[in-house]
């Protein structure tokens, strides 16, 4: 088991639908992150968190929008997502203290029809 | 040219074998090193990490950089079945604001076999 806990494991949805994934740890990092990973490919980072504020978005497309309500909590909320969204979504932490390791969750593996 | 370059194999050895990895890489501001160990429908886990040139020895792991080749490894000794995954390669950079970016390898698919 991972200290980085991601929730749901599996998720299908339509384009028109309105979900959200989770990503929570109890490290007492204060660095958190989200990539997406499709299948044979290494992760690509999309945002990362410090200190609860953006401190990069790899320029997403605004039908992912991040959200990171405590220091232990970070979501992704998704709207209106397209067929090549599907893939494999990651949530990592890391102490923010120069270049720490990150840890990654288990992922959501998100389904578009 | 990519900014890290790893074999993507895949890489079958048999049971027992010593196992070599590699990345290359061409950014000279990525700082720190690690080896990510990926199973199928699993997160990336952290096997290795490391900052400075030389070896690092952790179990059957051993990490080597060579920073003035731009040059990392990652060796795995009395290779066992399960350690067949992917294994990824990474660098990262500190980012203004706060964090740092990580850039990976495109990962080296390994199987060892009984």
């Known amino acids: 088991d991972t200290e980085v806990t991601q929730t749901p494991k599996h998720l299908v949805m339509g384009m028109t639908n309105k979900k959200s994934l989770k990503c929570e740890q109890h490290?007492?990092?204060?660095?958190m992150y989200w990539y997406k990973q499709k299948a044979k490919k290494p992760p690509e980072l999309m945002f990362v968190y410090s200190y609860e504020k953006l401190s990069i978005n790899e320029s997403v497309p605004s039908r992912f929008s991040p959200e990171c309500p405590n220091s232990s909590l970070l979501n992704l909320h998704l709207h209106a997502l397209q067929p090549e969204d599907s893939a494999l979504y990651l949530c990592?932490?890391?102490?923010?203290?120069?270049?720490?390791?990150?840890?990654f969750g288990d992922g959501t593996r998100l389904s578009i029809l | 040219q990519k900014e890290v370059e790893q074999d993507p194999g895949p890489l079958s050895v048999p049971e027992g074998a010593i196992v070599s990895l590699n990345c290359t890489y061409s950014?000279?501001?990525?700082?720190?090193f690690m080896w990510y160990r990926q199973y199928s429908r699993k997160g990336p886990e952290l096997l290795m990490y490391?900052?400075?040139?030389g070896n690092k020895e952790d179990g059957r792991f051993t990490a080597q950089v060579d920073k003035s080749s731009k040059y990392i490894s990652l060796f795995i000794r009395d290779s066992q079945p399960s350690d067949s995954a992917t294994y990824l390669c990474?660098?990262?950079?500190?980012?203004?604001?706060?964090?740092?970016?990580?850039?990976f390898g495109t990962g080296t698919q390994l199987k060892v076999e009984l």
């Open positions: 490391t900052y400075s040139s």
């Open positions: 990474a660098m990262s950079a500190v980012v203004t604001g706060g964090g740092n970016k990580l850039t």
């Open positions: 950014n000279s501001a990525f700082q720190y």
């Open positions: 990592a932490s890391s102490r923010d203290k120069g270049n720490q390791p990150q840890h």
């Open positions: 490290m007492g990092h204060r660095a």
